[in-house]
């Protein structure tokens, strides 16, 4: 039996379909158009506003529509993984949710909470697990209702935010230098203060004076988090780069976090790859959080081809941050 790597076989994805433009912002709080753009880059995003709908809806649809695509036996799937920071309940899982709604007879389930780096974080686990040789296909999903945790009386973060949800199916192969290759992952613990939400966890659960001083919403101090996003996605770029033998010349595709476009250039130019190469979808979906990646491959896979060399990057909220290498193991439709 040779070496087992973990491959994307197939991405699946969901955006709600009421689109808030910054139009209708500038209405709701002092903001314009210009000012939007100008910062972040952002000209409109999706938002789930059906009542009693969470982040395990768009989940389950996005799921739904890759198992479609890919024509996999849902019984054969051994795991079902959702990175996200919005969870329908503080428990059960939002995942657990997901694999009962998708009737999943032989898997098991868990959220992985690693804000806007859930995406990479669950792409490493589930490929180690792969590689063991103990699973052979897991089902990952990025989703996230950012609306629900978004202040529309702030005029510096509610334009930054909409919901979303992309899945991939993750699956073993014995083929050589293709899927998941190299991964780079930290975490430094210092963004508490700069970006999170203060109340609602076990520190400070919800009372009348959290909700009456609008607590539940997320706070960010954005030039910090710009400053320490465009410094560890521009070197976790390069250092993935640089110890895989990728450059300017092989380096296909770019596929950064959605936060902000300023931030995306900045990785660009750092490894000198044209912006054509780089997977964007801000403009019309805003950050995502955990969706963002797995968006930009679903909007981007009939672009394509097996071999193709891509590098992922995302920071968020803790500090996470972190690069991943990929090499494509199909040609997109």
Same mark, same amino acid.
């Given at each position: 039996?040779? &070496? %087992?790597?973990? !491959?994307?076989?197939?991405?699946?994805?969901? @955006?709600? #379909?009421?689109?808030?433009t =910054?139009?209708?912002?500038?209405?709701?709080?002092?903001?314009?158009?210009?000012?939007?753009?100008?910062?972040?880059?952002?000209?409109?995003?999706?938002?789930?506003?059906?009542?009693?709908?969470?982040?395990?809806?768009?989940?389950?649809?996005?799921?739904?529509?890759?198992?479609?695509?890919?024509?996999?036996?849902?019984?054969?799937?051994?795991?079902?993984?959702?990175?996200?920071?919005?969870?329908?309940?503080?428990?059960?899982?939002?995942?657990?949710?997901?694999?009962?709604?998708?009737?999943?007879?032989?898997?098991?389930?868990?959220?992985?909470?690693?804000?806007?780096?859930?995406?990479?974080?669950?792409?490493?686990?589930?490929?180690?697990?792969?590689?063991?040789?103990?699973?052979? &296909? %897991?089902?990952? !999903?990025?989703?996230?209702?950012?609306s629900? @945790?978004? #202040?529309y009386?702030?005029? =510096?973060?509610?334009?930054?935010?909409?919901?979303?949800?992309?899945?991939?199916?993750?699956?073993?192969?014995?083929?050589?230098?293709?899927?998941?290759?190299?991964?780079?992952?930290?975490?430094d613990?210092?963004?508490?203060?700069?970006?999170h939400?203060?109340?609602?966890?076990?520190?400070s659960?919800?009372?009348?004076?959290?909700?009456?001083?609008?607590?539940?919403?997320?706070?960010?101090?954005?030039?910090?988090?710009?400053?320490?996003?465009?410094?560890?996605?521009?070197?976790?770029?390069?250092?993935?780069?640089?110890?895989?033998?990728?450059n300017?010349?092989?380096i296909?595709?770019?596929v950064?976090?959605?936060?902000?476009?300023?931030?995306?250039?900045?990785?660009?130019?750092?490894?000198?790859?044209?912006?054509?190469?780089?997977?964007?979808?801000?403009?019309?979906?805003?950050?995502?959080?955990?969706?963002?990646?797995?968006?930009?491959?679903?909007?981007?896979?009939?672009?394509?081809?097996?071999?193709?060399?891509?590098?992922?990057?995302?920071?968020?909220?803790?500090?996470?941050?972190?690069?991943?290498?990929?090499?494509?193991?199909?040609?997109?439709?």
């Open positions: 039996m040779g &070496k %087992i790597n973990a !491959i994307i076989t197939g991405v699946g994805g969901y @955006v709600p #379909d009421y689109v808030l =910054n139009e209708e912002l500038s209405r709701m709080v002092d903001t314009n158009d210009e000012w939007i753009m100008t910062r972040v880059g952002i000209k409109e995003r999706r938002i789930l506003t059906e009542e009693g709908l969470g982040t395990s809806y768009m989940a389950r649809k996005a799921a739904k529509q890759l198992i479609k695509k890919t024509g996999v036996d849902p019984d054969t799937i051994d795991a079902l993984f959702v990175a996200t920071s919005t969870a329908d309940y503080h428990y059960p899982s939002t995942a657990s949710i997901v694999i009962g709604k998708l009737g999943l007879k032989n898997a098991f389930a868990f959220d992985l909470w690693a804000a806007c780096c859930g995406f990479l974080y669950c792409l490493d686990t589930a490929s180690a697990m792969i590689q063991s040789g103990r699973y052979k &296909k %897991i089902i990952i !999903i990025g989703a996230d209702k950012m629900s @945790v978004t #202040d009386k702030d005029r =510096n973060t509610c334009p930054l935010f909409g919901d979303g949800a992309a899945a991939v199916l993750l699956e073993a192969t014995e083929e050589q230098n293709i899927g998941l290759m190299d991964s780079y992952l930290r975490t613990g210092q963004g508490l203060p700069f970006l939400m203060k109340a609602g966890g076990s520190v659960p919800a009372s009348h004076f959290t909700v009456d001083h609008r607590m539940h919403f997320t706070y960010q101090e954005g030039r910090t988090v710009f400053r320490y996003a465009v410094t560890n996605m521009s070197d976790d770029c390069a250092l993935i780069a640089e110890r895989n033998g990728l300017k010349e092989n296909n595709w770019i950064p976090h959605q936060a902000n476009m300023r931030i995306i250039e900045a990785v660009a130019k750092r490894l000198e790859v044209p912006m054509e190469q780089v997977m964007v979808n801000i403009e019309h979906f805003g950050n995502t959080s955990a969706a963002t990646i797995p968006l930009a491959l679903w909007e981007y896979e009939h672009r394509l081809r097996k071999g193709d060399n891509i590098i992922m990057t995302a920071f968020g909220a803790g500090f996470v941050h972190g690069a991943n290498y990929m090499r494509w193991a199909y040609d997109g439709q």
